[in-house]
């Protein structure tokens, strides 16, 4: 996205602040996506219990500031807002950098390091569970519960034999809840953390993985734990991957287990994808329950600012129901500026 309007100012150094900012550059982006799409949900022997079709605009706002401080830190900020109806900020976080220390980022609305890899498979639209699966068939549980109030430390960047290596910890003290407003506190919510690895060799290999920890011990009976690891490889313009995912509620014995594997070949402005997703749950000594399982076929070419992409997806065992199905077809045109 490009910034329409950026204003560089020179920050007043007052008597009662301790360290000052030295210059302040300030952005504003955005987009809007027209969007078409029809959604077929079956329910077996019961007969189609969904049906339809309909065209969207969604439209969205991206502010953003940035800045040094006296000794060498940097501050930004970032907030996404959702304008194609009722204003509503959708991503926010407040980052500091401190150059050889690494960098800690308050995550208000989303952007924990967790979070962002509960599917990191590759795609030319989106996920085959994002906006094209019913919400309650969503594998990437990993990171969820950490992503809203939560701090991420990440350490800086580290190269080591032709590798890049980024490691990460979140505290959330409101885990499963959201951020609690300034000043105030959320009293009913327990804690949680989490840790990433990831590494990146310039073969085009990189893996990486995750540990998510919900201390909701006096309430279930023992702490959640979530675990996820990837591998991806790029060649030329073919990238595939896979990635598993296992969730330990600490309820009952019952648990979810999530894959994902994708393959995308992407040259110049065009780029296609297909991908599966599987979500499953289980409990000790019990029958698993029936698996749903995710697959998307997906297209987007870019032309400048504009961006055309499509996608057909279809879930089966919809819904953790046998013999359910849902079909979703999307097509958008999407503007940045």
């Keep these: 996205m490009n910034n329409f309007k950026k204003i560089g100012l020179t920050a007043l150094a007052g008597s009662l602040v301790m ?15 027209v969007e078409w799409a029809t959604q077929d949900l079956s329910a077996g022997t019961v007969g ?13 706002l991206t502010f953003s500031a940035a800045g040094e401080l006296d000794n060498g830190y940097t501050i930004g900020f970032v907030q996404v807002m959702d304008t194609n109806g009722a204003l509503s900020n959708t991503s926010s976080q407040v980052t500091m950098g ?19 890899i509960d599917d990191v498979m590759p795609a030319a639209y989106n996920e085959t569970w994002d906006g094209m699966a019913l919400t309650t068939d969503n594998p990437s549980f990993f990171g969820s519960s950490t992503a809203n109030g939560s701090i991420d430390y990440r350490i800086p960047t580290q190269e080591m034999a032709g590798a890049t ?37 310039e073969s085009g290999l990189s893996i990486g993985g995750g540990q998510e920890e919900i201390d909701n011990g006096s309430l279930l ?4 734990k979530n675990v996820t690891g990837y591998v991806k490889f790029a060649m030329g313009p073919i990238t595939v991957g896979m990635q598993e995912a296992y969730q330990d509620t600490a309820n009952g014995g019952q648990d979810n287990e999530a ?24 409990e000790t000594g019990v029958t698993a329950a029936v698996e749903t399982e995710l697959e998307s076929l997906q297209a987007a070419y870019t032309m400048g600012a504009m961006t055309i992409s499509g996608a057909m997806s279809e879930t089966g065992n919809a819904g953790g129901t046998a013999g359910q199905t849902y079909e979703e077809n999307r097509l958008s045109v999407a503007f940045a500026f």
Excluded: C
């Design 48 to 60: 189609n219990a969904i049906n339809g079709r309909g065209i969207g605009v969604n439209t969205d």
């Design 19 to 33: 360290t000052s900012v030295n210059a302040v550059e300030y952005g504003v982006s955005g987009n809007a996506k």
């Design 259 to 282: 894959d994902f594997w994708g393959v995308a070949y992407t040259a110049g402005n065009i780029s296609v994808s297909y991908g599966e997703s599987t979500l499953a749950t289980v």
């Design 221 to 224: 009976g023992g702490d959640e």
């Design 98 to 116: 401190m150059g050889s220390f690494g960098t800690l980022q308050v995550n208000n609305k989303f952007g924990s390091k967790a979070n962002g």
């Design 165 to 201: 290596i980024n490691a990460s910890y979140t505290h959330d003290s409101n885990s499963d809840e959201g951020p609690a407003a300034a000043g105030n506190v959320v009293a009913t919510s327990v804690s949680g953390k989490a840790m990433t690895l990831e590494i990146a060799h």
